[in-house]
Nanobody, 125 residues
Framework: QVQLVESGGGLVQAGDSLRLSCVTS????????MGWFRQAPGKEREFVAA????????LYADSVKGRFTISRDNAKNTLYLQMNSLKPEDTAVYFC??????????????????WGQGTQVTVSS
């Protein structure tokens, strides 16, 4: 069973930073594309960022490009999402997800097979 456990969410003010973590297995992190998604109240879940398992190529949604950084630490079996210059519109539940084996980055949710339970990020104005 694939486990993805997010943490690091919280309540912050606009302009602040947060770092989300997603702990999983070493095999998942080193062999599969990984992604972050988010779902705001009343909205559909949307793509945020993705990273490939080998070269660490990354892909970002336009709305977060330049503010968010996805990375992974294989030694700690952890995927990260560093979020800077947060805005109220970043308020959402953030999910990490596992994509395809040795896959490239993708923003399509159908390409991700396993999901974490989510962590709430709330940004006040």
């Amino acid at each position: 069973q694939v486990q993805l456990v997010e943490s690091g969410g919280g309540l912050v003010q606009a302009g602040d930073s947060l770092r989300l973590s997603c702990v999983t297995s070493a095999r998942t992190l080193s062999m599969y594309a990984m992604g972050w998604f988010r779902q705001a109240p009343g909205k559909e879940r949307e793509f945020v960022a993705a990273i490939t398992p080998t070269r660490g190529n990354t892909l970002y949604a336009d709305s977060v490009k330049g503010r968010f950084t996805i990375s992974r630490d294989n030694a700690k079996n952890t995927l990260y999402l560093q979020m800077n210059s947060l805005k109220p519109e970043d308020t959402a539940v953030y999910f990490c997800a596992r994509g395809g084996l040795w896959s490239t980055t993708t923003r399509h949710q159908s390409e991700y097979q396993y999901w974490g339970q989510g962590t709430q990020v709330t940004v006040s104005s």
